[in-house]
């Protein structure tokens, strides 16, 4: 792997962190928070645009807090910083109390939460809008079945080419992948299969359909490693205008965020070790490095497509996993605020700061266990 693939693969996971943070500093902005600083790039600065006398300045190698942090919540540094991992939002009155009108801390409860949520969902934006790229460009995986294999539980059930599986054990199915990541994170277990059978066995003869039902219960392949009900799929297909557009590309997002949740569903489980679950930025860094590679043997398109693809995954999961109930994450600060709006008063201050400081020390020393791990792995 070259260097011109990892610094694709840095630029894109900073991508993907400053978006985050873009969400943070839009909406403090639209409801009057103070920001100190803004961001792009961690570590040192390299230069910043500093707001004095009523107009920006640009200053290079800007030092805290003497010329690089307004000392009012009216104004705004925005800095480039040396490594491009990323970016940050330094808010007034995010960690420490501020009499300021503008400060975080003063504003009421909805608008924190507002401001707290909006990296999350900023993630799941932008998720969006690299989907749409990825349906337009090569469709949908519709779950219709294009062959089942001789005496596999799927033939003895009675499944048949032409059959679109629509529902297994109540869990809606969309695309063929969902039934690949059900049989995953369910290994063994009887399934309750809800299909549509065209009827003449063509969907072109006007798309009619009946529905049925059947149970069967995946059989372990020695070869595969994995349990199988049978059954091959279709492949992906073209989607036509803009309402199928936007649903397929909905869904996009939907499965990676089922799929980060049921994996950590085994994690927790024991069905997967932390080790083969747990990826830090070395490893995806290099996974991405190593596809898009591979993708410009292709030609640039296959690349596009492949980051795109990156995009999608991490965003999504970058949202999720901030809002997951941990101190010192998006979701340990919106667990926070919610427990401030049922009680009609905040948490202690220095009580949470404490918690969202244990918090941080876990998340660091576990970032030192990924880290390792990733690093292990490459060599």
């Not at 300021?100 to 504003?107: C, H, R, S, V």
């Not at 695309?175 to 809800?194: A, F, K, M, N």
């Not at 003449?200 to 009946?210: I, K, L, S, V």
């Not at 950590?264 to 490095?289: D, F, K, N, S």
Request: glycine share 12%; hydrophobic share 45%.
């Amino acid at each position: 792997m070259n260097l011109l693939n990892i610094l694709a693969a840095v630029l894109l996971f900073g991508f993907i962190v400053l978006a985050h943070e873009f969400g943070h500093f839009l909406l403090a902005k639209g409801n009057g928070v103070g920001v100190l600083e803004f961001s792009v790039g961690m570590g040192p600065r390299i230069v910043s645009l500093v707001k004095e006398d009523g107009h920006y300045h640009p200053k290079l190698f800007a030092r805290v807090p003497e010329d690089a942090i307004a000392l009012s919540s009216e104004n705004t540094s925005y800095s480039w910083k040396i490594f491009p991992f990323g970016g940050s939002c330094a808010m007034m009155g995010e960690d420490a109390n501020s009499d300021d009108p503008g400060a975080f801390n003063n504003k009421s409860v909805f608008v924190r939460i507002a401001v707290i949520a909006a990296g999350p969902v900023f993630n799941f934006i932008l998720a969006f809008l690299f989907a749409v790229v990825l349906v337009v460009s090569s469709g949908h995986d519709f779950a219709v079945i294009y062959d089942v294999t001789e005496h596999s539980a799927a033939a003895e059930a009675g499944l048949a080419s032409g059959d679109q599986i629509t529902k297994i054990n109540r869990r809606r199915i969309e695309g063929y992948r969902d039934v690949l990541l059900y049989t995953y994170v369910h290994p063994g277990e009887e399934l309750t299969i809800q299909y549509q059978r065209p009827v003449g066995g063509d969907w072109e003869n006007g798309g009619a359909a009946e529905i049925r039902t059947v149970t069967l219960t995946p059989r372990y392949s020695e070869e595969y490693g994995s349990y199988l009900i049978g059954v091959r799929f279709s492949g992906y297909e073209k989607v036509h205008g803009l309402g199928e557009i936007l649903y397929y590309s909905l869904y996009e997002v939907r499965y990676c965020v089922r799929s980060t949740i049921d994996g950590i569903g085994m994690l927790i489980r024991g069905q997967i070790e932390a080790g083969e679950a747990v990826t830090g930025p070395v490893g995806i860094v290099t996974m991405v490095g190593e596809t898009v590679e591979e993708g410009r043997e292709s030609g640039m398109g296959a690349v596009v497509l492949i980051l795109s693809n990156w995009v999608l995954l991490l965003s999504s999961s970058l949202g999720i996993m901030n809002l997951l109930p941990i101190p010192a994450l998006d979701g340990g600060r919106l667990l926070f605020l919610f427990i401030e709006l049922i009680r009609g008063e905040p948490v202690n201050p220095e009580m949470e700061g404490k918690v969202h400081l244990a918090g941080m020390m876990v998340l660091m020393a576990l970032m030192v266990v990924i880290l390792f791990n990733d690093i292990s792995r490459i060599l």
